[in-house]
């Protein structure tokens, strides 16, 4: 009787797993043919800043409007892509197997302080706060703006931050990460320490080609978001007046499970009811 239970058990378990799952958040977003640009006004004009005058309070900046610009060379729109957006990172890593993460932790920072550092931050940065190769390959972080290009580097608790993690120094200023060889997926915590509570973010192909622009929240403690494009990304950016940046960095070409079709689903089940049917037919 157990074993008649226990195939009979076996059967339903095979038939909830093998079921195909619906893909979700899937946008075909067409490019709006508009930027977001911002300007700062504040007192402070980088977290170095803030930093040294102990105010940590919100709201140290001020939105303004979108404004047009061109797209291409020629002043066109590109076509509509396929992106898939994902708010939830254990649906994107279900969808997107084995991804490397760049979570900065290998940062020679401590915890509640922080340290300045100048260019952009890769593989090959070896100073004082990352040794060459603590950096993942095939991901270069820049700081892109009006402003000076410093990163800052936090160590836990600093500004809030429940980990160590590499942004932009100067308000106002983009989060830039750059993708060689480019790759289909990308997921990452967005976060800001001034007090915004989202930003834009663009996608980019390895050419330099808008691809799609996206709004998404972040917060101290990192908002997740994610994308996955049938065009192979180069670049995307991280656009906000205020400290913005991005934490675990899920980055590559996704590999997913072979997808099971319906009528292998049913074929095995039938072969399991056949089975059982048999064994119970046999202890009779």
């Not at 076996?10 to 093998?18: E, G």
């Not at 007192?43 to 979108?66: C, M, P, Q, R, W």
Request: glycine fraction near 10%; hydrophobic fraction near 40%.
């Amino acid at each position: 009787m157990k074993r008649t239970l226990t195939l009979l058990l076996s059967c339903l378990v095979f038939f909830t797993i093998a079921q195909p799952t619906n893909q979700l958040n899937v946008v075909n977003e067409q490019n709006s043919g508009y930027n977001r640009h911002e300007t700062v006004k504040s007192t402070f004009l980088s977290l170095t800043d803030i930093a040294a005058s102990g105010d940590y309070s919100n709201k140290h900046y001020e939105n303004v409007a979108l404004v047009p610009v061109k797209i291409n060379d020629d002043n066109s729109l590109r076509a509509p892509m396929s992106l898939t957006y994902y708010s939830s990172r254990t649906l994107f890593d279900l969808e997107n197997l084995g991804l490397p993460v760049e979570d900065f932790e290998n940062a020679l920072v401590a915890p509640g302080t922080h340290v300045g550092i100048s260019g952009h931050l890769d593989q090959f940065t070896n100073n004082t706060v990352f040794t060459a190769g603590s950096i993942l390959q095939g991901i270069q972080i820049n700081s892109i703006g009006t402003w000076p290009t410093d990163l800052i580097v936090l160590g836990v608790g600093a500004f809030g931050s429940p980990s160590k993690v590499a942004l932009p120094n100067y308000l106002g200023n983009s989060a830039q990460y750059l993708f060689s060889p480019a790759v289909n997926s990308i997921g990452l915590d967005a976060v800001d320490f001034t007090g915004g509570t989202q930003c834009t973010i663009e996608i980019y192909d390895a050419s330099g080609n808008l691809l799609g622009s996206v709004t998404a929240a972040t917060s101290v403690s990192g908002v997740f978001w994610g994308v996955k494009s049938d065009t192979p990304i180069g670049e995307i950016r991280l656009i906000a007046p205020t400290g913005i940046g991005a934490d675990n960095i899920a980055f590559g070409n996704s590999t997913q499970p072979v997808p099971v079709s319906d009528w292998a689903v049913y074929l095995g089940l039938i072969l399991i009811i056949g089975f059982t049917a048999f064994q119970v037919k046999k202890m009779a």
